[in-house]
């Protein structure tokens, strides 16, 4: 378990780095929509990237979680569902055209919000508009997000009709005393109940959403939350770590206070015990916050060293080109970034009127390249190395690292930064001894504590 004092150094705020530059740092004055558009076709010159990628957020959910950072647009009205559905497809036509005609899609992901707050019949006119336009390759990997409240057998029928075999639902935790807290009412039974209608339909990569660091959670609620997880044996598991960003419009978090939250030294306990607790169990760790068992694709990415991580957190798939369609939706590719319009009545009305909804972007420096490239070694395999052509400063970065090294958490032998298995815990501080963007500037109210 992580010390408590370098737990104390190193818990400061800091990015999650599902991309790089993180979103904050965005070069936004220098950027127009017509520059990405010129970005897409560069990108495709390379043959990955004319497997997409395509990830589509569905932000409707019929009620606030309040530990939830998302962007999100809260509402009963399942009125709402058929003009979203249309403006995403119409979307997709629209950015077809600055994509090569002969792209496939390798991997896709529904996201939310609550895609299953769409009725089954919208799931299956948004699959069925999306293929309309570029076909899947036979080996695409195709996932969604789901609510065990709202996920009903007919979601799970009409998603594996059309190709989908891993599902995640989200379930933070068990204990009604947390659960009360956040506002995610559910039983286990309820998540069992789905968990197996899901494996009898033929899911056979399924994954569970737990969080940790949450108002009013203890050790031993937590480790009964994980005794239950086993009980369903799913092939993944994410275990992320709770974001408290009260301050970010929109998230909601105030429905308690600080003092609810777990102190530093519990929360990195929660993990840790979890954490012994799933590998006991045959669980292998993967990166920062995910376990998958050895048979998955995720942990047999680990052995073969070809782990990639995006603003889908970590996958087997590096298409080399990731399309964000739906409402703050956003795109990758190599030399930069586009996020959509995060109002849902802007997105509408922008789509509506013929627009692509693309508000704000980044194009990518040679050095920002660079430490993308590092960021995302680090990210997956707790290693870089630096070649003797780098931009970087190495004297400048010697510095940056210093603290780390001198506290037995990285080691840099001759080329090779390797993040040292009592130095795992603190990962994004050693990526934020990478990050340009952050050396000048203090990244306090910005980002979420990295421990």
Same mark, same amino acid.
């Given at each position: 378990?992580?010390?408590?004092?370098?737990?104390?150094?190193?818990?400061?705020?800091?990015?999650?780095?599902?991309?790089?530059?993180?979103?904050?740092?965005?070069?936004?004055?220098?950027?127009?929509?017509?520059?990405?558009?010129?970005?897409?076709?560069?990108?495709?010159? =390379?043959?990955?990237?004319?497997?997409?990628?395509?990830?589509?957020?569905?932000?409707?959910?019929?009620?606030?979680?309040?530990?939830?950072?998302?962007?999100?647009?809260?509402?009963?009205?399942?009125?709402?569902?058929?003009?979203?559905?249309?403006?995403?497809?119409?979307?997709?036509?629209?950015?077809?055209?600055?994509?090569?005609?002969?792209?496939?899609?390798?991997? !896709?992901?529904?996201?939310?919000?609550?895609?299953?707050?769409?009725?089954?019949?919208?799931?299956?006119?948004?699959?069925?508009?999306?293929?309309?336009?570029?076909?899947?390759?036979?080996?695409?990997?195709?996932? @969604?997000?789901?609510?065990?409240?709202?996920?009903?057998?007919?979601?799970? =029928?009409? !998603?594996?009709?059309? &190709?989908?075999?891993?599902?995640?639902?989200?379930?933070?935790?068990?204990?009604?005393?947390?659960?009360?807290?956040?506002?995610?009412?559910?039983?286990?039974?309820?998540?069992?109940?789905?968990?197996?209608?899901?494996?009898?339909? &033929?899911?056979?990569?399924?994954?569970?959403?737990?969080?940790?660091? !949450?108002?009013?959670?203890?050790?031993?609620?937590?480790?009964?939350?994980?005794?239950?997880?086993?009980?369903?044996?799913?092939?993944?598991?994410?275990?992320?770590?709770?974001?408290?960003?009260?301050?970010?419009?929109?998230?909601?978090?105030?429905?308690?206070?600080?003092?609810?939250?777990?102190?530093?030294?519990?929360?990195? #306990?929660?993990?840790?015990?979890?954490?012994?607790?799933?590998?006991?169990?045959?669980?292998?760790?993967?990166?920062?916050?995910?376990?998958?068992?050895?048979?998955?694709?995720?942990?047999?990415?680990?052995?073969?060293?070809?782990?990639?991580?995006?603003?889908?957190?970590?996958?087997?798939?590096?298409?080399?080109?990731?399309?964000?369609? &739906?409402?703050?939706?956003?795109? =990758?590719?190599?030399?930069?970034?586009?996020?959509?319009?995060?109002?849902?009545?802007?997105?509408?009305?922008?789509?509506?009127?013929?627009?692509?909804?693309?508000?704000?972007?980044?194009?990518?420096?040679?050095?920002?390249?660079?430490?993308?490239?590092?960021?995302?070694?680090?990210?997956?395999? @707790?290693?870089? =190395?630096?070649?003797?052509?780098?931009?970087?400063?190495?004297?400048?970065?010697?510095?940056?690292?210093?603290?780390?090294?001198?506290?037995?958490?990285?080691?840099?032998?001759?080329?090779?930064?390797?993040?040292?298995?009592?130095?795992?815990?603190?990962?994004?501080?050693?990526?934020?001894?990478?990050? #340009?963007?952050?050396?000048?500037?203090?990244?306090?109210?910005? @980002?979420?504590?990295?421990?």
């Amino acid at each position: 378990m992580a010390d408590s004092g370098l737990i104390a150094k190193y818990n400061i705020p800091g990015p999650r780095y599902t991309s790089y530059p993180t979103v904050p740092y965005w070069n936004v004055q220098q950027w127009d929509i017509r520059k990405w558009c010129q970005l897409l076709a560069i990108s495709q010159q =390379e043959e990955p990237a004319k497997h997409l990628a395509l990830y589509i957020h569905l932000p409707y959910c019929d009620s606030l979680c309040t530990f939830c950072g998302c962007h999100k647009h809260i509402t009963t009205n399942h009125a709402v569902e058929s003009r979203y559905i249309d403006a995403v497809i119409r979307e997709w036509k629209l950015l077809s055209a600055s994509l090569d005609k002969n792209s496939t899609i390798h991997e !896709l992901h529904l996201g939310g919000g609550t895609p299953t707050f769409f009725a089954p019949k919208e799931l299956k006119r948004l699959i069925e508009g999306i293929k309309s336009v570029f076909p899947f390759t036979a080996a695409a990997a195709l996932s @969604f997000e789901a609510h065990p409240i709202s996920t009903t057998r007919k979601h799970l =029928e009409v !998603l594996h009709d059309h &190709g989908f075999r891993r599902v995640s639902f989200g379930i933070q935790d068990y204990d009604p005393v947390v659960q009360k807290a956040i506002h995610r009412i559910q039983s286990f039974e309820l998540v069992q109940s789905c968990h197996q209608e899901a494996k009898a339909i &033929g899911f056979n990569a399924i994954s569970h959403d737990l969080v940790y660091g !949450l108002p009013r959670q203890t050790l031993s609620g937590f480790q009964q939350t994980i005794r239950c997880t086993l009980q369903l044996k799913p092939e993944r598991i994410s275990l992320y770590s709770y974001a408290h960003v009260p301050w970010i419009k929109g998230t909601g978090q105030r429905g308690y206070s600080e003092s609810d939250l777990p102190n530093p030294d519990l929360k990195r #306990a929660l993990y840790e015990v979890s954490k012994q607790m799933l590998v006991t169990h045959g669980y292998v760790e993967i990166g920062m916050d995910h376990f998958a068992l050895p048979a998955d694709d995720l942990a047999k990415a680990v052995v073969e060293k070809n782990l990639h991580r995006n603003f889908m957190g970590y996958t087997t798939n590096s298409s080399g080109l990731l399309i964000g369609l &739906g409402m703050s939706a956003i795109s =990758e590719s190599k030399f930069g970034f586009a996020q959509n319009e995060k109002s849902t009545a802007r997105y509408l009305e922008m789509i509506e009127s013929g627009q692509l909804p693309i508000t704000r972007g980044h194009e990518m420096s040679a050095l920002d390249i660079e430490i993308r490239q590092h960021i995302l070694n680090l990210m997956c395999r @707790f290693e870089t =190395e630096i070649p003797q052509t780098t931009l970087l400063n190495r004297l400048e970065l010697e510095l940056q690292l210093s603290e780390l090294i001198s506290d037995g958490l990285v080691e840099w032998k001759k080329d090779l930064i390797r993040v040292l298995p009592k130095g795992i815990p603190f990962v994004r501080n050693c990526c934020m001894a990478f990050d #340009a963007y952050l050396k000048d500037q203090n990244p306090v109210k910005q @980002f979420s504590m990295t421990i």
